[in-house]
Structure formats: C-alpha cells, structure tokens
C-alpha cells in the first residue's frame, strides 16, 4: 500500500492545491489527512470544499476540536476564530466535529494527530529548551501505550520526521502542508521552523522489506496565501509562511 500523507493545512489551501497536484504524478493508493485543517487566516472554506471533494481519509487535530468547544468570548477575542465561523457553513462544522480522534488502516497502519493520549501531545518532540529534539525511545513508547502498528502517523509539530523504535515500529511525522513554522507560549515558549515557504507532506509504501518513506516538499504561490493574511489583518503570518521561521 502506497499511501500519502498529510497533516496541519491550517487553511491553506493553495499550499494544498499544490500537494494534491503534486499527489497527481506518485500513484498513490490512498491519501490521508492528520488533523488541523482550517484553523489559519488564510481560506478556511475553500480549504474544507477542495478536501470534501477529495477521497480522503481524515483525523481531527486539536485546532478542529476546538471550534465545536470555543466559548462566545473567546471568538469576540480572536480574529481568527471569528474568520472561522464567518467563513464556515454549519455543514462544514459539523463536518469537522464529526472527524474521528484516531485511525487505524488495516492493522498496519496508526494515524492520529498529537499521540494516542492526547491532540496536543507532542509524540517525538521534546520542546523544554525552547526547540525541538527527538525524546527518547522510552518516553515516545510510554506515549504510544497499547499502540502496537508497525508504522504511525502523526501531525501537530509541523516538523517532518522519522524515527525508528526499539520496538520496530517506526514513527512518521509529515509535517505542515500550509504553515512551515509557528511560535507557541505552551506547555512553555517554543519554535518549530522549517526554514523555506515550501508545503511538506510525506508518502510511505509498503515494501516486502519494510516501509519506504519518503518527506517531499512542495513550492507554491506562497504570495497569494501572503495577500490573504494580509487582507485578514495577520501580518504576524507573513514571515512565517515566507520564510519558515518564528
């Protein structure tokens, strides 16, 4: 099974057209989505009606969660989330209220957005320095719990990785499509950064050897996804999706 991967559009969905474009050329088997899907100033509703109209496999993220639990004052206070709602139909909401937590593809194949626990868990990354480094084999294993896939799929770090466990299974992280890098206040003050505009996304393909995995990105018209979080009142995004860095 040859199976592409993505995680973390955060509504950007010409970063996206992109991927899918590219997604045309590698004769995929299937496509699946981790989560994260339209939080972001950029095309909220044109990011859901392209997916809706893909056969696509999909998790929730912690950012799709969050628009069915938000509270009034929260919305009044964050123009994004006010993008989100003005933007979204119900239909579309109750699209991303309906996406499972996790995932399995037959029994080979684990897919969730943070870990198995939580959707805001970083399951490879240890952020306490301020960036990220890969934890150790222990701690990412305490993580996975009853988790016994040979290969699993995560989002949510916008950071592509791999890593192999003393367990076998291996752990793939396919990064961000639509946001390279973001700074965050919690659980402490953090960067994750990829340092270039391009979308990242990952294929893996099961060969009678193991998995092929491979982490590929993409450019794109960066400059209109720019145009929008600018007409949005985002600047804040602009060097984030220009340069990949917080």
Same mark, same amino acid.
């Given at each position: 099974m040859r199976i592409g991967v993505l995680s973390d559009i955060h509504s950007n969905v010409f970063a996206l057209e992109s991927v899918l474009e590219d997604l045309q050329h590698r004769d995929v088997d299937a496509i699946v989505d981790l989560g994260d899907i339209v939080y972001g100033?950029?095309? =909220?509703?044109?990011?859901?009606?392209?997916?809706?109209?893909?056969?696509?496999?999909?998790?929730?993220g912690n950012q799709d969660r969050m628009l069915h639990e938000v509270k009034d004052l929260e919305i009044a206070n964050n123009p994004t989330l006010q993008l989100?709602?003005?933007e979204l139909s119900t239909d579309q909401l109750t699209w991303l209220k309906a @996406?499972?937590?996790?995932?399995?593809l037959e029994d080979d194949v684990y897919l969730c957005h943070? /870990? =198995?626990?939580?959707?805001?868990?970083?399951l490879l990354e240890d952020i306490s320095g301020g960036t990220p480094r890969v934890k150790e084999d222990s701690a990412i294993l305490k993580m996975l719990g009853n988790v016994t896939a040979p290969l699993i799929l995560?989002?949510?770090?916008?950071?592509?990785r791999i890593v192999e466990l003393s367990t076998g299974q291996i752990v793939v992280n396919a990064g961000s499509v639509g946001l390279p890098a973001y700074r965050d206040d919690l659980p402490e003050v953090h960067r994750m950064e990829n340092? /270039?505009?391009?979308?990242?996304?990952?294929?893996?393909?099961?060969?009678?050897?193991? &998995?092929?995995?491979?982490?590929?990105?993409?450019?794109?018209?960066?400059?209109?996804? @720019?145009?929008?979080?600018?007409?949005?009142?985002?600047?804040? &995004?602009v060097r984030l999706l220009e340069e990949g860095r917080a």
């Open positions: 100033p950029i095309a =909220p509703r044109a990011t859901c009606e392209l997916l809706q109209e893909q056969s696509i496999k999909h998790v929730q989100m709602f003005d @996406l499972p937590y996790d995932l399995y943070g /870990s =198995p626990r939580s959707d805001t868990d970083y995560c989002g949510h770090t916008h950071v592509p340092f /270039s505009h391009h979308a990242n996304y990952s294929i893996v393909d099961k060969r009678s050897v193991g &998995w092929c995995i491979e982490q590929i990105r993409v450019p794109y018209d960066f400059g209109r996804a @720019l145009e929008m979080v600018r007409s949005n009142q985002r600047e804040n &995004w």
